[in-house]
C-alpha cells in the first residue's frame, strides 16, 4: 500500500475521486436492502449485495483489503438499479460509492475475472455517440423490416452464439426514422416556464415517439419545449463504468449545448436522469449544481 494513501486515511484508494467515508460508515448492516438488490435474490452471495459491496469497499478505504480483479468481480456484478438507495433507512448514497470504486479500479486497470471488458468497451464507444449509432440503428431496422431477423429465428441461426441470440431476444421494435420532437414547440394555454428536453443518444433512435409524446405533454402543460441541437451524451454510461474524466468532458459539453435561461430540463429516460442529477456532484462547481437542480424525470 502507498505510504501516502494510508497517511491520507485512504487505505486502498487515492485522493482523486475516493468514496466518501461517511458514505461507507452510513451502512448499519440492517438487510432492508437484500430482498430490493436483483443480483443478491438470483446469486445469493452476500458480497454480491448491497450490504456485501458496501463491506468490501469500506475494507478497501480502512486498509483491511486491497484493489483486487475479485473485489473487482463483485463490484462488476452490480447493476448500478439503486433500488438499495429507495430502501436503506440510513440514506447510504450507494450510486455515487459504487461509481468512485469503479473509477478507481478503471484508473488502475483492476479487472474482474469473467466480466466481459470487450463488450463493455464497444458499448461505450458505440452508445454513446448518436453520430454511430444512427447508421447502426438504420441496419438494425432494415434487419427488422425485411424479415431477415424473423428467418434468423426459424431457423436458429444464433442458436451457438449464446450473447448474439441474448441480444437479438432483446432488440425492440425498431420504428420508422420519422424524426424527433421540434426544435421548438411552443406552449399552449398559459405559459409556465421554458424546458429542455433531452432526447438521450438511444432513446431518439429506439423510441423517439417516446419524445415526441413528452413534447406534447410538456407544451399542454404550458412550457416551450426546446430541444437542445447538438445535444450529444450526457456521460451517463461512462459515469456509470467508472470512466469519470469521459463522463466530465461529456458533462460539460452538454451543459454548453442547453441554453442557460431554461427553468428545466427533462430527460425520459432514467439512467441519463440519474446522472444529470449528480452532475454536481461529479463536476464540483456551482453551475454544475444549477444545471443539477433544473432537471427533471
Request: glycine residues 10%.
Amino acid at each position: 500500500m502507498s505510504p501516502d494513501r494510508d497517511a491520507a486515511g485512504l487505505g486502498a484508494f487515492d485522493v482523486e475521486d475516493a468514496p466518501s467515508m461517511d458514505g461507507l460508515r452510513a451502512c448499519v448492516h440492517c438487510g432492508i436492502c437484500l430482498p430490493q438488490c436483483p443480483t443478491y435474490r438470483v446469486l445469493g452471495e452476500e458480497m454480491d449485495s448491497p450490504r456485501g459491496r458496501v463491506y468490501l469497499m469500506r475494507a478497501a478505504a480502512e486498509g483491511r483489503a486491497e484493489l483486487t480483479p475479485a473485489l473487482a468481480r463483485h463490484l462488476d456484478l452490480c447493476l448500478g438499479c439503486r433500488a438499495c438507495e429507495t430502501a436503506c433507512p440510513s440514506g447510504v448514497p450507494f450510486g455515487r460509492l459504487l461509481e468512485a470504486t469503479r473509477g478507481q479500479l478503471e484508473r488502475r486497470d483492476v479487472r474482474g475475472p469473467g466480466t466481459d471488458h470487450a463488450t463493455l468497451g464497444l458499448a461505450l464507444q458505440l452508445f454513446a455517440f448518436p453520430t454511430r449509432l444512427a447508421p447502426f440503428a438504420h441496419l438494425l431496422r432494415l434487419y427488422q423490416s425485411s424479415g431477415l431477423q424473423g428467418v434468423v429465428r426459424s431457423l436458429g441461426l444464433l442458436s451457438p452464439f449464446e450473447k448474439l441470440r441474448t441480444m437479438d431476444a432483446l432488440l425492440p421494435r425498431l420504428p420508422a426514422a420519422n424524426g424527433g420532437p421540434p426544435e421548438l414547440l411552443p406552449a399552449r394555454g398559459k405559459r409556465r416556464g421554458r424546458a429542455g428536453l433531452l432526447i438521450g443518444c438511444v432513446q431518439r433512435f429506439f423510441y423517439p415517439e417516446v419524445n415526441r409524446d413528452t413534447a406534447r405533454l410538456l407544451s399542454a402543460a404550458g412550457y416551450d419545449v426546446l430541444v437542445p441541437r447538438g445535444q450529444q451524451c450526457c456521460g451517463a454510461l461512462h459515469l456509470h463504468a467508472g470512466r469519470l474524466a469521459e463522463f466530465r468532458r461529456m458533462a460539460r459539453r452538454l451543459m454548453a449545448a442547453c441554453d442557460g435561461e431554461l427553468d428545466v430540463i427533462v430527460s425520459n429516460a432514467a439512467g441519463c436522469g440519474s446522472a444529470l442529477k449528480e452532475y454536481g456532484h461529479w463536476l464540483h462547481d456551482g453551475d454544475a449544481e444549477a444545471f443539477s437542480n433544473k432537471v427533471r424525470d
